[in-house]
Each structure stands twice: as C-alpha cells, then as structure tokens.
C-alpha cells in the first residue's frame, strides 16, 4: 500500500510520495522489495496514488530488482482496504505491507505460522516505543488447568484495542502493519459491511472495517516476532531507522541470523555461562551489564569487546584491577579517534619520558591494542596516541585522590531536570565528577546564592569548576562566587526554560512556527545555542571547502551566519557532523560539487556561486536565486591568486584548462559544478604540495583504484604536465580523489 500523502513526515521530503523517501541512499519501498525478492516472493503489487507517477516510473515492470511489479492505481482515496476489494486477481491468501515500514523479516516464516493456524489473517506484532498511539492486540491465554503445567498463548487475537480506546492493563503488543491476508476474510466481511463514508463507499479502513469486526471468528491471528519493525509516519522514527539500519541493527534483528538471549533469575542478577556448577567459587555475575547497553549507544559493540579484552589482559599481565571508568574512558577516546572526531594531542614531554622509563610494560600492552585497531578499523595510531592510550592503564596505578578533576555541574529549574541530565552523562562516562544543582522558583536569590556556594565549595576537587546552567542570573552569581572561593568556575548557558516559555507564550497569538522561533531567538539575550550554518562541501577533502569558505565569507555579507567547511570522503562522518551543527543551530544550506541529500537540506551548486556577480552573492546565500551565468573562471583564478600563497597563479591559468579539457575528453563530460570543483580541488592541492603539508588521504583508496585501475593510469599520464611545471609528485590518494570528483563516488 504505497498511497498515503505523509503529511506527518513532510518536513523530511515533501515533494515525493512516502514510500519514495529514502534511507541510507535507497527509497523506503525499495527496501521492502529487496527483503520480499530475499524470501522468494516476487508478484508484486502496488496501491498507488498520490504522486504514484514517481513509484511507477522509478519501479517500472520489476525486472530491474528481479520481481515482477503490477500496479493499482486509486483515483481517489480508497483507505487502507479498499483497493483490496477491487483487484480480481487476489484469489489466494496474500502478503500486505504498508509503504512506510522500515522492516528486514524472514517472512517465509511468518508465512509457516500463518498457514499452520490456518487463519483468515495473521499480524505481525511486537513492542514498539509508542504503545500509546498504536493498535495493540490481545491474545487468548490458555490456564494451566486446561493445557497442564505453564499457561499457554494461543496467538489467537480476542480482543483489537484502536488508539482512542479505553486501556488499563495491556501488553505492548502493537500491530505492525503487516499481515497476511485469506480472500475469504475479504469475503466475510462484505456479508455485513455498512459503510462508514456514505460519500465514498469504497472507503474501507482494514484495522476498523476488516480486522477488528472479525476478531469474533476466532480466525485472526498474532505473530510476536523481535524482528525489527517501524514505521516512518514521523521524522523522528525516520531518522531513528535511518540510523538503527546504518549500525545494521535493521538487518541483524532478522530470524534468518543467530539472535542474542539472555536469561535473568527473579532478582535480575546475569553470571557468566560456566556449564556445570557445582560450588559457588566458580558462580561468577557479568558487572555493568546494564551500564554497558548505555555505552552501546555511543561505541559499537565491537570496540567495547575489544577493550574489555584488552583490560582483560593488561589485569592479568600488571596483576591490577581495572574500574569501570577505565573501560568507558577508553572506549570513548578510541570511538573518537576511529571516527575522526578527536582533534590531535599529545602528553607533555615530561609524561612522555615517565611512561617510556616507569610504565614500559604498559606501553607495550598499548602497542597491541593500537595494531588491533590498526587490524579491524584500517585506522593507524600514531606514537603519540599510544602514549595516551597508555596513560589510561596507568592513571588507574596512580594514587590519586578525589581532588584529581575538574567537575562538571548541572543547575537547571524545575525538580529532577537538572540531576536527571547529571545521571545520564555520568552513566554514559562512568565518571564520578559530575554533579546536579536544582533551583525551585520558591527560592530567593540571596538563597539560591548561599546555597549554590556552599555546594560549589563542597564538591569541587581543586581543579575548577565547568556549570552548563539555564537562568541568567546564575550567570552573575558564578563570577561573584569563582572570586569569593578563588576556584576557577567556567559557565556555559542553555537558557532552555526562557526558550520554552517565549515559545509557549507566542503559540497564542501566532500560529506560523518558523514566526514563533524566529521572533522568540531575537527576543532572548545570550541565546547562544541557536546559530545559522552554511557547509561548504568538498567530495575529497576540505580544501575546496576552506576555500569556498573564504570565497563566501568575503563577498557574502553573511554577519549573521557560519560558514563550516566539510568534507564527504565518509558520508556517516559527515551524517554525524551535520546531525551536530542540527543540534546548535540552523544548516541554510551546502555549498559545494555534489548534494549529500541529508535532512532535507537545500543545496547550493558551486557553479550557482561563480555563476553569479559578486554584489548579488548575499541574495544567493540567503536562497534567493536568479537567472543562472555560465562559470566565471576567470574569477576563480583571480580569487584563487588572492588565496594560493605558493602557486604561481599565472603558470597554473595556462596549464590548469589544458588538463580539464583533457579529463572531460579522456573520462566523462563533467557537469559545472564538478567541473568547477575539480578545478578548486587540484589547485589546492598544488598548493598544499609546494607548501610540503600533508595531501589528505582516502579511505577508499584501494578500492578505488581496483576498481578504476585504466583510469588511474590514464589519470597519471593527464596529471604530469602539472608535476613538471611544478616540481611535484601528485600520489596515489590525491589520484584517487580526483577520480572521486569525477565518478561522484
């Protein structure tokens, strides 16, 4: 049923049909067939409606994906059912799925299920995280006394509770919105059928009209299965499927692959598997069980097995005992380095020459957890890394006291917000330095000030004080208390209870909510977690970007706005990176050679900005377009010599345009933008070779040129006038960026 219009998730892509949004690069429906062609199910048809031309002309006939694909089309709404009644060709029992679930399900065991209780309808159920506004499903228990020994679940559906019903008690047991379906239901139910839309009678609701009125007949059926299952009716689940399907969550949940179990007893204690016990020495409970499903939000679960080997060893080889605190403190700093998103330290040289002359073993423990990272993430770490990771084992060798760390204070209004925000940061870190500091508006300020000092003044360690707080007086006080303790207090304010009641209050009297939030950052001083991006985007790095960057920042005009720079060499990096300035602020656009589609940002072609007069450049970026000019190159070169501080501008001028003809002849017709892109993109890097800086690298590399072996070659012959006018050697890497540009990959 791929029809519906997606009004709920509008703001994710609005000018396509739902089931047409994609996910990791691929269209929602085009996921679901791929699971339907896995299972050998391959007579497709598809409801369409709204916008069905764009299903139709993207899915045609099937052949493409291996299926054979039929279309419904609804002239006008039909409901979720009603298309149903009106196909012929439905004459044995089939499979229904809605166009907006997220599902990877082994269905040829659902469809065992459904013919061995020979129902008119099974319904594939689970637990989602939304009961309240979902259809939950209630089955028949059979007692002990009639089935002997445990109860039974029959799987029977005796009861069908719709959103707007009453509920006590219930199971979370939510009908998915996959079921299939005997043309004797469609039957059953034409025998009594009223219906509820005299105006369109061929309005047919399945759960309301279908299911529910049937329940009776003892004939529908629930299939509990933990596969994973979500609808997209919002952008929050859309972008929690989108990044559940990204750590492959979606398709490990599938019953065709080993699922984990684990057995609790009644006061919820978990032992390690130790076969046959027979004495309480060899009992022995898994630690931080709990905790460690909260690190797995963060770390992928294969870094966590890796440290906690890697600790397993260093305590059998130091003969010492390592804290909670190790683990995750570990964890978090290798995740930031596997991902790029650590900037680049080093200990002081006097910790260095320590760890090398009292800690050798320990470094060299370390050395084996870098090549293991190096073996299993392609990441290659350096000395300095090392000595870090080392610092680790040996910080917890050191006796230290409790006045070790700076500590990090939550002081928020209301009750419970502030510690509740401190206890999920400390379960998340393991660490004991964070602390929560709750204000009640009953409080005077002479009050809140004696207070907050004696606290300040209590749990402080000696190594200063970091507050993120809400209200700006705290702001003052802080100042006042940091020179009364002499305790060096730095703040960060996130006036979110300001935030919230400015935009409640403004809900009455306005009723457009770009307005509301527009008027309601303008209105508040120091709002400083609201900030206007644009991301300049290079394919292979960021050195078209910083470029771009500087180009929009001088004739931009933006005061108001950011420029970031960016670069898509890893599209979950950059996902991530996004998903970050999303939270601070406001991404009006990218700017750059290729559109990442992400979040339904707009996007800016590069051939758009030096298309474009300087004085209407401020119009551009505020996405105000106008008639588009062909490229200026010769404003790309000028620019390009105001920046490129070891190129000689002139010699590239007359070089540059030979070897872009000669790509555009030897590969493919560049569009403007990758055009214009690869043009940046190789001055810069003539640059960045005459200066001896490091030529950024591409994970892809070796792929790349596999791949592309003839067009490498044919690459280097193009590049080599550059290298003699130059005197430089362009490697393999920057070899593979370029050919990144010009495939897009």
């Known amino acids: 049923m791929a029809g519906g219009k997606g009004t709920r998730i509008a703001t994710v892509a609005a000018d396509i049909p739902k089931p047409m949004i994609k996910i990791c690069g691929k269209p929602i429906l085009e996921h679901q067939i791929e699971n339907l062609k896995v299972c050998g199910l391959t007579d497709i048809i598809l409801v369409i409606g709204h916008l069905g031309e764009v299903i139709q002309e993207y899915f045609g006939d099937g052949a493409k994906w291996g299926v054979n694909i039929e279309y419904f089309v609804e002239e006008h709404p039909l409901g979720t059912a009603g298309a149903l009644f009106m196909m012929p060709q439905l004459t044995d029992d089939f499979l229904l799925l809605c166009g907006d679930v997220i599902i990877d399900v082994n269905f040829n065991r659902f469809i065992a299920f459904h013919k061995a209780h020979k129902a008119w309808a099974s319904l594939i159920s689970h637990p989602n995280g939304h009961p309240y506004d979902s259809s939950l499903l209630v089955t028949e228990i059979m007692s002990p006394k009639e089935v002997g020994g445990m109860p039974e679940d029959t799987h029977k559906v005796i009861r069908w509770m719709n959103k707007e019903d009453e509920r006590l008690y219930y199971k979370n047991r939510v009908n998915a919105g996959v079921e299939i379906v005997s043309p004797e239901l469609l039957k059953e139910t034409m025998k009594n059928f009223t219906p509820r839309h005299p105006e369109n009678p061929n309005k047919i609701d399945l759960d309301r009209d279908v299911l529910k009125p049937n329940i009776k007949s003892g004939r529908i059926y629930a299939y509990d299965t933990p596969e994973y299952v979500k609808d997209m009716g919002t952008p929050d689940r859309f972008h929690e499927a989108e990044t559940d399907m990204l750590k492959g969550l979606v398709y490990a949940r599938n019953l065709k692959n080993k699922q984990k179990a684990i057995f609790l007893d009644r006061d919820g204690t978990i032992n390690k598997l130790a076969g046959f016990v027979t004495n309480p020495e060899q009992f022995e409970l898994i630690q931080d069980v709990t905790d460690k499903k909260q690190l797995e939000i963060l770390v992928e679960e294969k870094l966590i097995n890796i440290v906690e080997a890697f600790l397993q060893k260093a305590k059998e080889q130091l003969k010492r005992n390592f804290s909670p605190s190790v683990l995750y403190g570990l964890c978090l700093h290798l995740n930031a380095v596997i991902t790029g998103k650590r900037e680049k330290s080093a200990p002081d040289k006097e910790s260095i020459a320590e760890i090398l002359v009292y800690h050798r073993a320990e470094y060299l423990l370390s050395e084996e957890l870098a090549e293991q990272i190096k073996a299993e993430y392609a990441v290659e770490l350096s000395m300095e890394e090392i000595l870090l990771l080392t610092m680790f084992l040996c910080y917890q060798n050191e006796e230290k006291t409790e006045n070790a760390r ?340």
């Open 406 to 745: 700076p500590v990090l204070i939550f002081a928020f209004y209301g009750v419970g917000i502030a510690s509740s925000i401190a206890q999920t940061v400390s379960n998340m870190t393991k660490l004991d330095n964070i602390f929560s500091y709750e204000i009640t508006s009953e409080r005077a300020s002479a009050e809140v000030y004696g207070t907050l000092r004696n606290f300040l003044k209590k749990v402080q360690q000696g190594k200063g004080i970091l507050v993120i707080y809400d209200s700006s007086f705290l702001g003052e006080m802080l100042l006042e208390i940091e020179n009364e303790l002499e305790i060096p207090i730095r703040q960060v304010r996130v006036p979110v209870t300001t935030l919230g009641i400015e935009l409640a209050r403004r809900t009455l009297t306005e009723n457009d909510p770009d307005k509301i939030l527009q008027s309601t950052v303008e209105s508040i001083d120091g709002l400083d977690c609201y900030r206007k991006y644009i991301v300049t985007l290079c394919t292979t790095g960021k050195g078209g970007a910083e470029e771009l960057k500087r180009y929009i920042e001088k004739y931009g005009q933006l005061e108001d706005t950011e420029v970031i720079p960016m670069s898509v060499t890893d599209k979950e990096l950059l996902r991530d990176n996004l998903k970050h300035l999303m939270t601070t602020g406001v991404v009006q656009c990218i700017v750059g050679t290729y559109d990442p589609g992400m979040f339904a940002i707009p996007f800016l072609p590069i051939s758009e900005v030096f298309g474009a007069r300087k004085e209407s450049l401020p119009r551009l970026f505020r996405l105000e377009k106008e008639a588009k000019a062909k490229i200026d190159y010769d404003a790309m070169f000028a620019y390009l010599g105001e920046q490129l501080t070891h190129t000689d501008i002139e010699k590239l001028r007359k070089i540059l345009p030979d070897i872009m003809k000669e790509i555009n002849s030897a590969f493919m017709e560049l569009s403007l933008d990758a055009e214009a892109g690869l043009l940046i993109h190789i001055s810069c890097c003539i640059d960045r070779l005459l200066a001896k800086q490091e030529v950024a690298t591409n994970p892809r590399k070796a792929a790349i040129l596999l791949q592309y072996d003839k067009e490498f070659k044919k690459l280097l012959k193009i590049v080599k006038p550059l290298e003699k006018t130059f005197h430089v050697i362009i490697n393999d890497d920057e070899i593979a960026n370029i050919l990144t540009i010009i495939y897009q990959l």
